[in-house]
Structures are given as structure tokens and as C-alpha cells.
């Protein structure tokens, strides 16, 4: 994996920024089911945890990128980042020392600044353009977002969470910016997210059942697992798996 460029980037969050394009032209014809599910998917199908009607928890937003494999400078995992190894997806695995979702595979993202702007405008898609830079090194320049999903909510956390869709047009070298945040950044081959062999469902001592995902020497679960595993479901690239397979977690999860 090649290090991240140690140059300053200009940010790109903030108000003065102006309003971040949202468009699907020009997408490699694989991911246009992606860019469906942005224009039809309601939040009750990506999940059962709908943001509060009274408006708490903290907004934030997530970077879903989707690449060619071998185009990027992740570590890949197994064969992730291979030049065979087609469309790809972007992942950072949380530091162990964070205080919330410590040592998880995650998509890049984070909570809203105020620069970021308004929540319920152009606010997550800067907001997550800007994180993943933080946290990746991405260069968001190269990054066309072609959609957003409705907000869910992540009840352990109190976050309200904007996916933003991402299309790495023009890849730049991804690597962990700073290791009390983020412990590694790799990318994920789709086929192998869709590989039943692949897919198991997590059990967690509270109760909470939910996919999972065993790539890339990680095992994916919770949120970002969610959210990929209705990725795949509705844009049709879902394979039939074994949900009786189970992964139990322990309660330091």
C-alpha cells in the first residue's frame, strides 16, 4: 500500500466551497443499478433504525466509493486491488483506541461540521468528501458522487447517517492518515462481497443479528455491513447465501 501524499490539501468542506455536483454521467454501465437504487430506495428498506421524528442525533455522512480494482493505492486485503479484480469498494478499518465502533471496518465518514453546511442540503456530501480525506488521504477532486441514500440511524452511537455515493473517476493513493483514528485502508472487490462463501450473519450478546461480511482479513458488520448488503440486494448483484451461517461477536464488539 503506498503511503498518502503528505502535502496539504486544500479542504473541500465549507459553505464558500459552492454546491458539490451530484450527477450520474458518464458512469462505467456496471454501476447504473447503484445509481437506481439512489432514486428509488426509501430508508424503511435499508434499514429498520429511521432517524428520531424529533429531530436528535448528530448528523453525519459516509463515503460509499465505488472503484476499478487495481486503480487505487489500498492494501486490498486478499487480492483487493488486484488488477483483475474488478469493481471495488472502499473501506477503512476504525482504530482500536476510538471510543465508538473501535477497531471496525467502516466505510470513510464522519459527524458534520458547521462549515460543512446545511444537513439537509449539500452538509453530508461535503461532509463526506471531507472525512475521507482526513481519514484516507483520498484526493476528493477525483471522486463524482452520483447519489445519496435516505438517512438511517445508528441507535448505539446517536448517529443520523447520509451514505453519499461515490464513483472514483480519477483514484488518487489511499493510506491512513492518522493511526489513532484510522488503523488501515483497503479496498474490497464487489464479487467477493457478493461471494456467498463470503457471507454469514453476525450475532451479537445484545441480541442484534445483522449480515456480516469475512473479506480482506476483516470480518464487516453493523452498519457498513447493512448498507452494502442492501446494495447488493437492490441493485441485483445479491447471490443467494447461507443465513443460517452464524459469526458470534463478543459484548467488547
Known sequence: MREAQEKHRTPV?????GPVAVTDRGLPDWLRPVADVASTVRARQLSRFLPPSDGGGRQSAVLVLFGEGGGNGGDGGNGGGGADAGPELLLMERSSSLRSHAGQPSFPGGALDPEDGDPEGDGPLRAALREAEEETGLDPSGVQVFGRLPRVYIPVSGFVVTPVLGWWREPSPVAPVDPAETARVFTVPVADL???????TARHPSGYRGPCFLVSDALVW???????DRILHFAGWERPWDTDRSVPLDWRA
Not at 453493523?222 to 452494502?228: D, L, N, P, R, V
Open 13 to 17: 468542506a465549507g459553505p464558500a466551497a
Open 194 to 200: 457478493a461471494d456467498p462463501a463470503n457471507r454469514a
Open 222 to 228: 453493523g452498519f457498513t455491513a447493512g448498507i452494502i
